[in-house]
């Protein structure tokens, strides 16, 4: 009630929290202080949270009790020293503690941060806690860091008789660049025929004239784009049906350069799949 509860956990913890904007489907909890302000908070979020477990389950005939689940927010450049070597200190947190911890393979969307998701008993999650931050004390973040920002629900998309609509307010707008992504990939199967080197893409006629586009795109957000062993940016190429060339890192150059050549319908289907990554 009127932020009765964190007034509170404020109060008795010492640490500041605050929470971010209040319109997105996800918000974000910023725990501030000295280590031990710190876990004071955890553990009255954590046992916070299994009330609202216990009181979800009055009523309910679930009879298995789900563990209490945190999403932490760390910096990528902390994640290799909380996985360790090998997996080793990731290892460690988890017999250790008994809570579940998982470092998330991807960055969050437009930054440079990894969610860890732990779960447990309060209990757990609070040792847990405990040698997470342990371990961003010794090992500092590299570099600079891009906070995630949670961004505002987008409008739901509806796929009708083929084309792709944004619901804004009681309207359905259509989205050509979505409609073409839908067909695309109503169309094709994820792998090319072997010995078929292009996949041929229907609606996206051969002989449409083909142009050349530059992008510019951050050094710390070409990871997101490129994907494990260019898994991505493949996943990219086959299905806008553009070629994608991204230049080699410059020295003392901040940006690369990336070239999408295509139709303009292939390059505004790359162009629209680069920015969702």
Known sequence: QKGETVKKMREESGARINISEGTCPERIV?????????????????????EDINASMTNSSVTSKPPVTLRLVVPASQCGSLIGKGGSKIKEIRESTGAQVQVAGDMLPNSTERAVTISGTPDAIIQCVK?????????????????????????????AGGQAFTIQGQYAIPHP???????????????????????????????????????????DLIGCIIGRQGSKINEIRQMSGAQIKIANATEGSAERQVTITGSPANISLAQYLINAR
Not at 31 to 50: H, N, R, V, W
Not at 145 to 158: G, L
Not at 205 to 211: K, L, R
């Open 30 to 50: 910023t725990i501030t202080g000295p280590t031990d302000a710190i876990f004071k908070a955890f553990s009255m979020i954590a046992l916070k949270f299994e």
């Open 177 to 219: 660049d979505l409609t073409k992504l839908h067909q695309l990939a109503m169309q094709h199967p994820p792998f090319t025929p072997l010995g078929q080197t292009t996949p041929g893409f229907p609606g996206l006629d051969a002989t449409t004239p083909t142009s050349s586009h530059e992008l510019t795109i951050p050094n």
């Open 131 to 159: 040698q997470i931050c342990v371990v961003m004390l010794e090992s500092p973040p590299k570099g600079a860091t891009i906070p995630y920002r949670p961004k505002p629900a987008s409008a739901p998309i509806i796929f």
